[in-house]
């Protein structure tokens, strides 16, 4: 038996920020990033929704990116004063996934972080409060799923939270709020949507209500994305669809080692200064993991049939030569978006960032141990080859290299 979960209700287009004011309850709590939604006036516009709905509202603001254990803790520890009977996150992936962590400990404060990290572990929610999450960036999708993903900094390792429990009651995809995307961040979440679509559809848990889902949004993905980037503002709204699809697909089907691998490099560096952005390691994995993927037959089948539904090879090709082409069309497509295909460039004079750079040594002297962790993330058990340390370690060099995938 299967199970297919998506949030009981999903207000979408723009003005859907407005459904606000139709919820019923006294109190609610917005959680909430940096500046940039009380900048463009839309954590205004919330609190205003809610007062208008008749509730008392706080605020609990300044969640980082990639939210930290101690965040969550702090976040719980202000939920069990005030109280809240619906918890309403608004921004990118961060805040909304430090908000489901937060909900866990305000439901259970004798949880611990090793607790909500047992995958489907989680007891029954919603004794205290409903979850509505407002989603702002075009990629998490995190709006609709069973997920989030908390960074323990002392570990160096983004531990992925896993149960259908967390799953919000409430989601709001109103693109005026992706409107406001800086242009990189377009790139990263954007690819982060593509890589959501194409691993659940080769996941190990696809199936017949999720792989419709998978395929559409990697067609919208493919003509929406680079648009999208360019400043095509209908491209942009329509993104903010397609990676919700993209969710309600791998909330369900699960993902697969791109994500595994992406969960532990992202922080492993953080020492040295170096932190690789999910959706740009999600970027530069993918094609490799692809590659890696293809030597199973079924998963190189699945892969064939997306490359017939995007267009982008003969249908008449074999699937070795299909899957070259959606390689191809992915590193083409990175190219478009100025994301680089390796860790030794991210951070590099030929793609600088403000995270850092990893560098070979440290890279090298932390392999075994990140591989390690690689395999025992929730995403690798529906990958559809499961890989040895030994291989994954070859497929973590070769994200570093950029370097082709011949095992």
């Known amino acids: 038996m299967a199970r297919f979960t998506l949030p009981r209700d999903i207000y979408h287009g723009k003005g ?99 607790d909500m990290c047992k995958i489907f572990g989680i007891p029954e929610l ?45 989601a709001i995809v109103d693109p005026e709020l992706a409107e406001t995307m800086p242009q990189k961040l377009v790139a990263h979440t954007g690819m982060d949507a593509m890589t959501h679509a194409v691993e659940a559809y080769v996941s190990t848990a696809n199936c017949d209500y999720t792989d419709p889902l998978a395929i559409h949004a990697i067609e919208m993905i493919m ?95 074999s699937d070795d030569e299909k899957v070259k082409a959606l390689i191809a069309y992915l590193r083409k497509m990175n190219d478009d978006l100025k994301i680089p295909h390796c860790i030794k460039n991210y951070g590099a004079d030929s793609y600088p960032t403000d995270n850092g750079f990893v560098p070979e040594n440290v890279f090298l002297e932390r392999l075994h141990d990140i591989a390690v962790n690689a395999i025992a993330d929730a995403c690798t058990g529906s990958n559809p080859r499961q890989p040895s340390v030994e291989e994954m370690e070859k497929l973590l060099k070769c994200c570093y290299y950029d370097t082709e995938v011949d095992f």
């Open 16 to 114: 859907a920020l407005e459904a606000l004011k139709t919820f019923k309850g006294k109190k609610a709590m917005i959680c909430v990033g940096g500046g940039s939604m009380k900048k463009f006036g839309f954590l205004d516009k919330a609190v205003a929704y809610l007062k208008e709905a008749g509730m008392a509202v706080e605020i609990f603001d300044g969640i980082e990116p990639d939210p930290s254990v101690e965040t969550v803790m702090r976040g719980a520890d202000a939920m069990l004063k005030f109280k809240p009977d619906w918890i309403v996150a608004i921004g990118g992936g961060s805040p909304i996934d430090a908000a489901k962590a937060m909900w866990i400990k305000y439901e259970y404060p004798q949880c611990t972080f090793e």
């Open 126 to 170: 919603r004794k205290k409060a409903k979850f509505c999450a407002v989603s702002s960036t075009s990629g998490t999708a995190t709006e609709v799923t069973a997920f989030s993903i908390i960074t323990d900094y002392s570990k160096g390792i983004k531990y992925p939270i896993a149960d259908f429990e967390i799953t919000p009651d409430v």
């Open 223 to 317: 003509n929406t994305l680079v648009k999208s980037y360019n400043g095509d503002m209908a491209a942009r709204d329509a993104m903010h669809n397609a990676q919700c699809l993209a969710g309600m697909a791998f909330s369900n089907a699960l993902l697969g080692i791109v994500h595994s691998m992406a969960h532990k490099t992202g922080a492993a560096f953080a020492d040295y200064g170096a932190h690789i952005i999910h959706g740009a390691a999600n970027a530069m994995y993918l094609p490799k993991v692809i590659a890696f993927n293809a030597k199973d037959p079924t998963a190189k089948k699945r892969y064939g049939v997306i490359v017939d539904y995007m267009g982008i090879a003969d249908k008449k090709a």
